[in-house]
């Protein structure tokens, strides 16, 4: 299943133009996307008035829109076929669901012990009402589609037509999927890489992205959704904490 998965998407021999949209597409991937991932970590921990949630949000999905589209170009001139018609399995979508009730319960486990400073920084990048959680549920259903079609679809061909090797492609993906996260800092871009990786071994075992759509987009509303409540039940202890 793995070999299959790891080869049937690649149907033609790359040619001289085809390598110039798909370098093109793995430098953005593995030096543009992680600059400025890093660029904004630093701009929101020194910024005196935060950028309000809503722009931020429709400029993150702004700022996805030419990754997509040449990774699209790139899919296109590599000839891949990434939505085979066979849906996962009714065993692979029951370890979805089982993973996602273990992630939610360590979610809820992660806010309770929290520390005060993590709490603030979370304020800062998580949605803190039902208003700003609209605008988390559209980032959450750009990233679980995009970014898997990007790093766990696109780029991880790519990335295998120069390893040659299923296990250094997802790692390799796992770490630019984790270094273009870093404007949450370097714990949860670790954190990141590692569910990167896990996302890459579903489509792998599935030998398609829908499985790792729904975890990632499922997951990320979970985080969006358990901000919301622990902010607000936190606000009394922390009272700079705002909900508003």
Not at 115 to 137: S, V
């Amino acid at each position: 299943m793995i070999h299959w998965c790891a080869t049937y998407a690649w149907t033609q021999v790359p040619t001289a133009d085809d390598d110039t949209v798909t370098a093109a597409f793995l430098l953005t991937i593995f030096v543009v996307a992680p600059i400025i991932a890093i660029r904004g970590y630093y701009r929101l921990k020194v910024a005196v008035v935060p950028t309000p949630k809503a722009k931020r949000a429709f400029g993150a999905i702004a700022a996805a829109m030419p990754l997509l589209l040449l990774a699209l170009a790139s899919a296109k001139k590599q000839g891949l076929r990434l939505w085979p018609r066979s849906l996962p399995s009714a065993g692979q979508w029951l370890v979805g669901f089982l993973f996602l009730i273990v992630m939610f319960f360590w979610l809820r486990y992660s806010w309770r012990v929290r520390p005060r400073q993590n709490i603030e920084q979370a304020r800062l990048l998580l949605p803190e009402n039902l208003d700003q959680l609209k605008y988390w549920i559209l980032v959450s259903l750009m990233a679980g589609i995009g970014e898997e079609y990007i790093y766990r679809g696109v780029a991880y061909q790519a990335v295998l037509s120069l390893t040659g090797t299923a296990y250094s492609a997802s790692l390799i993906c796992g770490v630019a999927f984790g270094a273009a996260h870093l404007y949450y800092g370097l714990r949860s871009g670790l954190c990141i890489f590692v569910f990167g990786v896990m996302l890459q071994l579903a489509v792998l075992w599935t030998g398609a992205l829908y499985l790792a759509i729904f975890v990632h987009t499922a997951y990320d509303l979970l985080v969006g959704i358990i901000a919301v409540h622990y902010i607000k039940k936190l606000a009394p202890q922390f009272p700079e904490v705002s909900t508003s």
